[in-house]
């Protein structure tokens, strides 16, 4: 495992501060972990490393579009809240400052959008609006624990679900596309607050409306019961990426007596992460999501370390500038 790794100073394994840091580099960890493995469907025989390649050429620990958009909202939140129009313009402003860097991997819908170069949140709202209303694939729900990250510091947890979901629309459309970003947002949330993972179901109730809790708890129970990761769509559609994260998550959860432990930690963030690359496909994706939220519950420190030395990208950040940018988003 690793700890104390940041240039500020030593860090509590476990503490809502390591927390906070674990939410963005499980994040990248899990997105660097599936980059290699993307659009395939690694067997049981495959040992699932942190190997680069895949179909873009990344780099072994390098992040994809997944992490570089989360680092691009914990920027803007670095300057205003994110509920706020000046923040949103800044996460905007920062979606088309990695635009410009020719990323080699950009999801359809994010550059249909970034394509058209709008100034402002409204702008690119108005943009996205555009494609169509329910343009649903992963794209928002990607980069979700950024939003968690910046508001951890709150009590209460209104203001975040107003951002998660303002965030979302700058890019994605459909009302399940929003909730799901505000499901997630909140999962890693709570889970910097706690120390644990959540009961998603609670997690549904407490942010879905009511007229859409039943299906959204159908959702949650098929990913807490099917035995394989076959859903109503595959994990590009934004649902069925949330269903193969907490897929993968719940079925490597360990006994409650072993979890609190680092090595539980450390096992639940290797056995999840790799189940969740197992059910294949937008592999960066899922994992990403997935680690988001297994950071968040076990902090920066249960990380495996020959990941975290490993991990780099846009915009020019290693595990230390992104445990840093975590920080300062937070405060």
């Not at 300057?79 to 410009?100: I, N, P, S």
């Not at 290797?270 to 969740?276: K, N």
């Amino acid at each position: 495992m690793t700890q104390s790794y940041t240039s500020q100073g030593e860090v509590d394994e476990g503490s809502a501060h390591d927390r906070v840091r674990g939410a963005l580099l499980g994040t990248a960890a899990g997105d660097a972990l599936g980059a290699g493995y993307e659009f395939s469907f690694p067997g049981p025989e495959v040992p699932i490393v942190m190997k680069g390649g895949g179909p873009f050429g990344f780099a072994p620990g390098e992040w994809t579009d997944d992490t570089a958009m989360a680092a691009g909202i914990a920027r803007a939140a670095t300057l205003h809240r994110l509920d706020t129009t000046e923040g949103l313009d800044a996460v905007a402003a920062e979606f088309l400052r990695w635009q410009q860097s020719d990323p080699r991997d950009m999801g359809n819908q994010t550059r249909r959008v970034l394509s058209r170069r709008s100034p402002t949140a409204a702008a690119m709202q108005a943009t996205a609006a555009a494609t169509g209303p329910d343009n649903a694939g992963n794209g928002s729900l990607m980069r979700t624990a950024a939003i968690a990250v910046a508001f951890a510091h709150d009590q209460t947890p209104t203001a975040m679900l107003s951002a998660a979901a303002e965030v979302s629309r700058l890019t994605n459309t459909g009302v399940d596309t929003h909730l799901a970003c505000q499901v997630w947002s909140h999962a890693v949330w709570s889970a910097i607050g706690t120390g644990a993972l959540p009961d998603l179901h609670g997690t549904v109730t407490a942010v879905v409306p009511h007229g859409a809790r039943d299906r959204w708890h159908q959702w949650v129970t098929a990913a807490e019961t099917q035995d394989r990761p076959v859903f109503e769509h595959n994990n590009g559609w934004v649902i069925s990426a949330l269903q193969t994260a907490w897929w993968g998550i719940h079925r490597t959860r360990p006994a409650v007596d072993h979890a609190d432990t680092p090595d539980g930690a450390d096992a639940h963030i290797r056995d999840g992460l790799a189940a969740t690359v197992r059910a294949g496909h937008d592999t960066d994706t899922t994992a990403a999501i997935a680690g988001g939220l297994l950071g968040a519950a076990y902090g920066a420190a249960a990380i495996p370390s020959e990941w975290t030395r490993m991990l780099h990208g846009w915009p020019g950040l290693d595990t230390v500038g992104l445990a840093d940018l975590a920080d300062a988003a937070a405060r």
